[in-house]
C-alpha cells in the first residue's frame, strides 16, 4: 500500500476516502486505525470469492465479525427482489448503525450494495471495493445507489455515498477485454470533457488500456477520479447541473442501452458511440471545428464496439432520446463539446441533425 494515493472528499454528511493503488487490503490496519471494529457484511461478486480472499482474511485479522454473501453480478441483482431477501440477511446477522456493508464487484454490486447500505435502518456506512475498470474511474464514486424498475433503469435509488473506496489495480488482471473497452469509454469521457492531455494520453496508449498492459494503469485512474471527485464536491446531489457534463455521451448512450434492453452493449460501449454521435453534433450545431471533431472521430472509431444491430431503427433511438431524464419543456439537452476539455449545452439539437449522426455512425460501423 506504500504507493497507494488517496483522494478526500468531505460531503455534507461524511467524508469519502478513494484510494487507488496496488494490493490496498495489506494497508487496511491503517485506514480503520480509528475505527471501532463491529461487524462487516461482505457482498461479492462470486466470480471473485479468490480475489476477495485477502480482504476478508484483513479484516478478519483486524477482529471484524465478517458475514460473506455472494452474488451473481448481473442486472437482475439490481432488482428490489433479489436483494429483499439481504435485508433478512443484515437483520439475522445482527447488522445495526455501526456495521458496514462492503461491496467487492463492478457497478452492479456496488449500486445494488449502496442502495441496500442507503436504505437498512435509514442508512449505514459502506465500503466500495470495486473491481472492473468502469467501477474504478466513475460508478463507484459519486454515491448514487440503485436497483432497477422494470419500466426505468435506477429507477429506485437514493444518493448514499460511501465512506471508503478502494481501487485495486490488482482486480483487473483478470478483466475480459470488452469490460476494459468499456471503462475505457468512461475515460474518454473525462478527457473530452475536461483534460485534453488525459484524451491524448487515451489516443495513444488506449490498445495498452484494453490488452491490461498499460503501466501507470493506476495513475491514469487516479487522474479520471481526481476529475469525476471535482465534480461530486461541487454538486454532491446532482442538483446544480455541475454534475450534468459527466453526461457527456450518455443521452444517446442509454437510448441504446435501452432500446437494446441492457443486454447488448456494455454500458461504456453505448458511451462510445453516445461520444461519437455528441462529437457530430457538436460538429453540426458549430460548437467545434472540423479539425478537432476529426481528431475525435478517427481515435474513436478505431475502438472495438460492436455494431448497432439491423434490428434497432434509428426512430426508435430518437424516440427513447425524447424520454431521457434531461428532457425539459421537451426538449432534449444535449451535452456536447465545444473543444477537447470544453463542454457545452444545446437543447436545440434537430431530428434531421440526429438522423444525420446517428446515421453516421451506423454507417461508419
Ligand atoms: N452509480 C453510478 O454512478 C454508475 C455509473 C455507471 C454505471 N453504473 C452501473 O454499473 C453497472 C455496470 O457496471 P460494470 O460495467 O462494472 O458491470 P458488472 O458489475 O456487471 O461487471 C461486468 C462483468 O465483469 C465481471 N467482473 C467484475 N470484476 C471482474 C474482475 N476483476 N475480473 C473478471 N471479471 C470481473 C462481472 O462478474 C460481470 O460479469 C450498470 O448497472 C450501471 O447502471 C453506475
Ligand atoms: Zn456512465
Not at 469519502?16 to 487490503?25: A, E, H, P, Q
Not at 487496511?28 to 462470486?46: H, P, S, T
Not at 465479525?65 to 433479489?82: G, P, Q, R
Not at 454515491?143 to 471508503?164: D, E, M, R
Request: glycine content about 8%; hydrophobic content about 40%; proline content about 3%.
Amino acid at each position: 500500500m506504500n504507493d497507494a494515493r488517496r483522494i478526500s472528499l468531505d460531503l455534507s454528511r461524511q467524508r469519502s476516502d478513494i484510494w487507488v493503488g496496488n494490493r490496498l487490503s495489506s494497508g487496511l490496519e491503517k485506514v480503520f486505525r480509528n475505527e471501532k471494529k463491529g461487524k462487516a457484511f461482505f457482498i461479492i461478486d462470486r466470480k471473485l470469492k479468490k480475489q476477495a480472499t485477502p480482504w476478508l482474511k484483513q479484516f478478519q485479522q483486524l477482529e471484524w465479525n465478517t458475514h460473506v454473501y455472494f452474488a451473481v453480478a448481473s442486472e437482475k441483482f439490481k432488482d428490489i427482489k433479489s436483494i429483499f431477501p439481504l435485508y433478512q440477511w443484515l437483520l439475522q446477522g445482527g447488522a445495526d448503525r455501526s456495521s458496514i456493508l462492503i461491496a467487492v464487484g463492478g457497478g452492479v454490486i456496488g449500486d445494488a450494495t449502496g442502495f441496500l447500505a442507503g436504505t437498512y435502518m435509514r442508512g449505514i456506512r459502506w465500503a466500495g471495493i470495486p473491481t472492473t475498470l468502469l467501477a474504478q474511474v466513475d460508478s463507484a464514486v459519486g454515491g448514487k445507489t440503485a436497483v432497477n424498475h422494470p419500466q426505468s433503469k435506477n429507477l429506485i435509488g437514493v444518493f448514499h455515498q460511501p465512506s471508503w473506496v478502494f481501487c485495486d489495480g490488482t482486480f483487473l488482471n483478470t478483466l475480459p477485454k470488452r469490460d476494459r473497452v468499456s471503462g475505457l469509454g468512461e475515460m474518454i469521457k473525462y478527457g473530452l470533457a475536461f483534460s485534453p492531455h488525459l484524451f491524448n494520453h487515451l489516443e495513444t496508449q488506449w490498445k495498452k488500456v484494453i490488452s491490461g498492459s498499460l503501466s501507470g494503469q493506476n495513475e491514469l485512474i487516479y487522474e479520471c477520479l481526481k476529475l469525476k471527485s471535482k465534480m461530486v464536491r461541487n454538486d454532491e446531489l446532482d442538483c446544480l447541473g455541475i454534475r450534468e457534463v459527466l453526461n457527456l455521451g450518455h443521452t444517446f448512450g442509454h437510448a441504446l442501452e435501452a432500446e437494446t434492453e441492457y443486454s447488448y452493449f456494455r454500458h461504456g460501449e453505448a458511451v462510445i458511440l453516445g461520444l461519437r454521435v455528441a462529437a457530430h453534433l457538436s460538429l453540426l450545431r458549430k460548437h467545434l471545428n472540423p479539425k478537432k471533431y476529426q481528431k475525435i472521430e478517427s481515435f474513436l472509431s478505431l475502438l472495438p464496439v460492436p455494431s448497432i444491430p439491423k434490428s434497432i431503427k434509428t426512430e426508435n433511438l430518437i424516440s427513447r432520446l425524447k424520454s431521457d431524464k434531461k428532457v425539459r419543456n421537451g426538449k432534449v439537452r444535449f451535452v456536447l463539446l465545444r473543444d477537447i476539455g470544453k463542454t457545452s449545452l444545446d437543447d436545440q439539437v434537430t431530428p434531421s441533425q440526429l438522423l444525420e449522426c446517428i446515421g453516421h455512425v451506423r454507417n461508419e460501423q
